[in-house]
């Protein structure tokens, strides 16, 4: 298993008999996820450029980034358990 998200995603449960099973995620979890982080990714670099080039922090920005941060850390750990 190639993609890193859908293996961090992928529950393991102890199916009949004893043995244990991996349970993938659905498709759609795997994208949503994906495309949070990359909009995290983005919107950090963003925050860095608007640092560069204006020399201010821009708060709505970095309340978008630690928002979408709770939401993948609650994602994974929700999904793990």
Same mark, same amino acid.
């Given at each position: 298993m190639t993609d890193?998200?859908?293996? /961090?995603?992928t529950r393991k $449960?102890? !199916?009949?008999? !004893?043995?244990? &099973? /991996?349970? &993938?995620?659905?498709? $759609?979890l795997v994208l949503g996820t994906k495309f949070a982080? /990359?909009?995290?990714?983005?919107?950090? /670099?963003?925050e860095i450029a608007h640092l560069a080039l204006l020399g201010?922090?821009?708060? &709505?920005v970095f309340a978008t980034i630690t928002g979408l941060t709770g939401?993948?850390? !609650?994602?994974?750990i929700s999904q793990k358990s």
């Open positions: 890193w998200v859908k293996k /961090a995603l $449960r102890v !199916g009949r008999k !004893g043995l244990k &099973e /991996a349970v &993938e995620p659905d498709e $759609r982080i /990359a909009l995290t990714f983005s919107l950090t /670099a963003l201010t922090w821009n708060s &709505e939401t993948i850390t !609650g994602i994974l």
